[in-house]
């Protein structure tokens, strides 16, 4: 099973930046698909981000288009999410994922509030 760590969260104010980390091991980091996620209390986890193997390519939710950035290190084995321009709707915990295999971490909390 893959394993997961994710790093980075915090409090925030709005308009405020984080920058979030993953690190990724037992498995062929480079070789995958990575994306992040999201849950808000009480709401369904949703997808926030998606980037290639490669990280040539990456995909993000209309609502987080503009201000988030996803990026990978694939000598590291780190993934990563800059959150910039950060909103009161951005609060969640965040958690790293690779779609093709078995597993989560642990998640780490974003809490943005004034």
């Known amino acids: 099973q893959v394993r997961l760590v994710e790093s980075g969260g915090g409090l925030v104010q709005p308009g405020g930046s984080l920058r979030l980390s993953c690190a990724g091991s037992?498995?062929?980091?480079?070789?995958?698909?990575m994306r992040w996620y999201r849950q808000a209390p009480g709401k369904e986890r949703e997808l926030v981000a998606t980037?290639?193997?490669?990280?040539?390519?990456?995909n993000y939710r209309d609502s987080v288009k503009g201000r988030f950035t996803i990026s990978r290190d694939n000598i590291k084995n780190m993934l990563f999410l800059q959150m910039n321009s950060l909103k009161p709707e951005d609060t969640a915990v965040y958690y790293c994922?690779?779609?093709?295999?078995?597993?989560w971490g642990q998640g780490t909390q974003v809490t943005v509030s004034s």
């Open positions: 980037i290639s193997s490669s990280g040539t390519s990456t």
């Open positions: 037992r498995f062929t980091f480079s070789g995958h698909e």
């Open positions: 994922n690779v779609p093709t295999l078995t597993g």
